[in-house]
């Protein structure tokens, strides 16, 4: 899913995420009930018409925003209450609150909220985390009322694996329509969040959707579907597009680099987007440094379809049962900085 917090993308028009076939796009709760406001949904329709956008919408609970603006939040039972960045009125993002809003955003998708805190935090502050998590999944689910919006179960316990347990039995226990391994991304090493997706996704049931929030590089896509997970969001095709960095079949490609300043090759010769039919490698290393910002589109477009062609090969290959040759042939080269080009060190 890319991600389109506030109802956009970064730097390129939606139609383009349509074209390239993604199915859903995931949107924020906290922002969009800050921003335009649930009132403005309920007045004028849901966010699908607001932004034109034809296909399905996820929307992440607010949890996330819990985290990363902990400074600001005050978390109690009841929920977190905060002061509006626009006009500093005081809110409440509670698992009440965010279900209202999501119902009025019209997601397809609804995400309880959670309590999302570092990964490796101490084990009494997450399993503190996990347990408030629990009661809010409750709350979700009978906030959600008779909508028929899809609402999945968060699994909270960072990467310790008896908490991953504890809060994947109590979680799988509800009625979610899919469930969703949070608290990751934040804070752990590569190999840490591989040994916890290994770990807790058999925990979930193989009849739902299995959903790995916040992640990731392609590499980290490659590792978690591996290990058997099915659903990701990340900002990074689009955010890294604004530093000049591109994803390959080669590697990962920094256009800021000199060495690109005579390379008349495009990104990447696999690959048939607008982006790499058109532009060589020196033209898009010259807008990066004379800091046009449409060079930020060009990118984002490739790496969009670079996301998708790679979570479309890979389930290909399940269904044709070769993932682990798929595997073997791609990882190490989708890990790597462009090798074709690689930094030399000496
Ligand atoms: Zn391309």
Not at 53 to 71: A, E, I, M, N, Y
Not at 315 to 341: H, T, V
Request: aromatic share 8%; hydrophobic share 40%; with cysteine.
């Amino acid at each position: 899913m890319p991600v389109a917090t506030q109802g956009a993308l970064r730097h390129i028009d939606l139609s383009f995420a349509d074209d390239l076939g993604y199915q859903v796009l995931l949107a924020n709760t906290y922002h969009l009930m800050i921003r335009p406001g649930v009132e403005h949904f309920q007045s004028n329709g849901d966010l699908h018409s607001f932004m034109r956008w034809p296909r399905s919408v996820l929307t992440d609970s607010g949890g996330f925003q819990l985290f990363s603006l902990s400074k600001q939040i005050r978390i109690t039972e009841e929920g977190a209450s905060f002061r509006s960045y626009t006009d500093g009125r005081k809110m409440l993002l509670s698992p009440e609150s965010s279900i209202a809003t999501q119902r009025a955003i019209g997601s397809d998708i609804m995400m309880v909220l959670d309590h999302c805190i570092p990964s490796t935090s101490p084990v009494t502050d997450l399993r503190k985390a996990l347990q408030l998590t629990t009661r809010w999944a409750k709350r979700s689910l009978e906030a959600r009322g008779d909508s028929k919006q899809a609402l999945f179960g968060i699994v909270q316990g960072g990467c310790n694996q008896e908490l991953r347990s504890e809060s994947a039995s109590e979680i799988t226990q509800l009625a979610f329509d899919g469930f969703a391994l949070g608290g990751l991304a934040v804070g752990e090493t590569r190999a840490e969040r591989e040994d916890t997706i290994e770990f807790a996704a058999p925990l979930l049931p193989d009849d739902r959707p299995r959903y790995v929030m916040g992640i990731g590089t392609p590499i980290d896509l490659l590792e978690a579907v591996r290990r058997g997970a099915d659903m990701f969001d990340c900002i990074l095709p689009t955010a890294l597009a604004t530093q000049g960095v591109a994803f390959t079949s080669l590697g990962k490609v920094d256009l800021r680099r000199g060495i690109y300043r005579n390379v008349n090759a495009p990104l990447d010769k696999d690959c048939a987007c607008r982006t790499c039919q058109r532009f060589t490698r020196a033209y898009l290393h010259h807008l990066v440094k004379a800091k046009e910002s449409i060079v930020q589109q060009h990118i984002s477009i490739h790496n969009l379809t670079f996301y998708r062609s790679l979570m479309y090969r890979m389930r290909q290959a399940i269904l044709g049962n070769s993932f682990s040759e798929m595997y073997g042939k791609e990882a190490d080269k989708i890990a790597a900085m462009d090798l074709e080009f690689p930094t030399v060190t000496e």
